[in-house]
């Protein structure tokens, strides 16, 4: 499992800091760097977030997958990106991308982009990212 951190706001770490962890996952629940273009895999993402300012936070989260092709170009997954709202009281939080026909075969860096947009729908100043190692896909 990759592991990143939050890029927060301009605040002490005791009153907002976070933590991101993002992974492939195989048909069978596995983790795994090789799957194959048609079977169920996806993207399992889990992120924490803590702090005195956790419960002040107002709007939603925007998750989306970043897979850049070697040799190739960028695409990102889903589109529109996945939108959660923030939960006051908890700063945990799980998603799990579907990925099922979404590449061509290929081999990629993943990237988990995690970004936010504030209550009035503008751009958020927390987000974070997490590279997940190369993978293969098969056909």
Known sequence: MATGEFQVMKVPAE?????????????????TNVVRQREGWTVDVSWEVTGELIDWLAGCWQLEIIADLLGGGETRHPSPPVELTFTPGSGRYTASIPMRGQLSPGTYDLVVNLTTTTAAGTAGALGGFVVISKILVKE
């Open 15 to 31: 009153q907002l800091t976070g933590i991101l962890h993002g992974q492939v996952v195989d048909p069978g629940a596995q983790p």
